[in-house]
């Protein structure tokens, strides 16, 4: 079986959340051969030199998941792009690109965050442009950490503020259909949106299946599993 996730968006704001993701890595995950997540798991990433005991706490059980034989493969999202190399090593898990083609159990999955499609917020295009170069990273990456803290909260108030750098409410479809052609029609799956839905795209007359996945909330996550037959969601809820 393979799990995908995405959008837990975990800060020390989201005990719910964080509590959630600690239960499922530590059981359900590990039914799984492979755990893929796709995105924005964390809320905020400033840098993998970053200290913060939260962050701390979360790269002990994804290496204890990967320790225990789960493969895990993280994705930035457009919150966490500045996941790094050393993260990857502590966590144990496998950073992957956005977009990434998958071949497993006898499918293809064509799997990205979903904020690369979302043409029609051109301000948040411009932004995204911006910081996905070297440049940006490596100028954000040499500024103090506390310099850091300040710049992550004052971008989280202002796109609270403004909704500016809020997920769009859907992939915009003619680029879509361009990424589903130029991916060989595979299945789509990606997050971001916070739009839970499996939609039907006929692209050249190939009928092509997207599955957006749900965000996690503190009373609620879900994962989307992929038995080796088919895609099916499953609610990640609270151990009673
Ligand atoms: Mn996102």
């Not at 492979?34 to 798991?41: E, F, H, P, Q, R």
């Not at 904020?115 to 500024?143: E, G, H, I, N, V």
């Not at 992550?152 to 202002?158: G, Y």
């Amino acid at each position: 079986m393979i799990f995908f996730i995405a959008d837990l968006h975990l800060s020390p704001r989201s005990p719910g959340a964080t509590a959630l993701f600690l239960h499922f890595l530590a059981h359900r995950a590990r039914k799984a051969s492979a755990l893929y997540i796709l995105g924005d798991l964390f809320e905020a990433w400033i840098g993998d030199d970053d200290d913060d005991p939260y962050h701390a706490s979360l790269i002990a059980a994804l290496r204890a998941a990967a320790d225990s034989g789960l493969a895990i493969a993280v994705m930035p999202g457009n919150r966490d792009f500045l996941l790094g190399a050393a993260f990857a090593a502590a966590a144990g898990v496998q950073l992957i690109a956005d977009p990434t083609v998958l071949t497993a159990d006898g499918w293809q999955f064509v799997l990205a965050h979903g904020d690369a499609l979302c043409l029609d917020d051109q301000a948040y295009m411009t932004f995204r442009a911006q910081s996905r170069s070297p440049a940006w990273a490596a100028a954000m990456l040499a500024k103090p950490l506390p310099e850091r803290r300040r710049l992550a909260a004052r971008m989280r108030m202002e796109s609270i503020a403004s909704q500016h750098g809020q997920p769009c409410a859907d992939l915009q479809a003619a680029a879509t259909d361009d990424f589903l052609r130029a991916h060989g029609y595979v299945t789509f799956i990606h997050g971001h949106t916070h739009q839970p839905a499996r939609h039907d795209h006929i692209v050249d007359g190939i009928h092509v299946e997207r599955w957006v996945l749900a965000d996690w909330r503190e009373e609620r996550g879900e994962c989307l599993v992929w038995d080796g037959a088919a895609l099916k969601r499953e609610a990640i809820l609270p151990a009673s």
